[in-house]
């Protein structure tokens, strides 16, 4: 059974890093790409990041790029994310999900994505 479980969220202080962990199991990563999704009250899905299955593109949302950095160890069954320079805005729900497309494709679009993660709680607050 395809499964995705989030990990590393918690409070953080503006300026502030985290790394979220997605540990995946029952898929071949290799065959799925793999992006971050976000959610705060009252707004809808924002697409953050995604990694390819080959993990030779990334993707980013505009508003996260130079600050999030998505990736993976082919070895490993784990997708992180690397959040630097929080900001208040970047509170929310992240999940991870799965899309079965093409190896070389990345994409932060949420309707690709079929398999979903529960989500993990970024607090960003002084």
């Known amino acids: 059974q395809l499964q995705l479980v989030e990990s590393g969220g918690g409070l953080v202080q503006p300026g502030g890093s985290l790394r979220l962990s997605c540990v995946t199991s029952?898929?071949?990563?290799?065959?799925?790409?793999i992006g971050w999704f976000r959610q705060a009250p009252g707004k809808v899905r924002e697409g953050v990041a995604c990694?390819?299955?080959?993990?030779?593109?990334?993707r980013y949302g505009d508003s996260v790029k130079g600050r999030f950095t998505i990736s993976k160890v082919n070895a490993e069954t784990t997708v992180y994310l690397q959040m630097n320079r929080l900001t208040l805005e970047d509170t929310a729900t992240y999940s991870c999900?799965?899309?079965?497309?093409?190896?070389?494709?990345?994409?932060?679009?949420?309707?690709?994505?079929?398999?979903w993660g529960q989500g993990i709680q970024v607090n960003v607050s002084n």
């Open positions: 029952g898929f071949d990563l290799a065959n799925y790409a």
């Open positions: 999900a799965a899309a079965k497309i093409a190896a070389s494709i990345a994409t932060v679009y949420p309707a690709v994505f079929d398999y």
């Open positions: 990694i390819s299955g080959d993990g030779a593109s990334t």
